[in-house]
Nanobody, 115 residues
Framework: QVQLVESGGGLVQPGGSLTLSCVAS????????MKWFRQTPGKERELVAA????????YGIDSVKGRFTISRDNGKDTVYLQMNSLGPEDTAVYYC????????WGQGTQVTVSS
């Protein structure tokens, strides 16, 4: 059974930082491209960042470049999203997903940026 379990979300003040984690099980983690998406009510899910199995990274939203960093630890089957200088516009449910021949999704973790 494949599981992706996100953690690390919560309430943070503007300008603060959070690190999201996503632990995978049931897949050959090192073979998968891992991605973080986010979604707010009434909007489509958008790609935040991706890291492939060669550790090449990309960011799908211009506003997060320079503030967010995606990384992975294949020894721990975990992908991370370090988020700095958070603003209210970053408030969303954040999802991790694994892509290879199949794709798998986590259940999401809420990030709320508010004073």
């Amino acid at each position: 059974q494949v599981q992706l379990v996100e953690s690390g979300g919560g309430l943070v003040q503007p300008g603060g930082s959070l690190t999201l984690s996503c632990v995978a099980s049931g897949i050959n983690f090192r073979a998968y491209t891992m991605k973080w998406f986010r979604q707010t009510p009434g909007k489509e899910r958008e790609l935040v960042a991706a890291i492939d199995n060669f550790f090449s990274t990309s960011y799908g939203i211009d506003s997060v470049k320079g503030r967010f960093t995606i990384s992975r630890d294949n020894g721990k089957d975990t992908v991370y999203l370090q988020m700095n200088s958070l603003g209210p516009e970053d408030t969303a449910v954040y999802y991790c997903a694994a892509f290879a021949r199949y794709e798998y999704w986590g259940q999401g973790t809420q990030v709320t940026v508010s004073s």
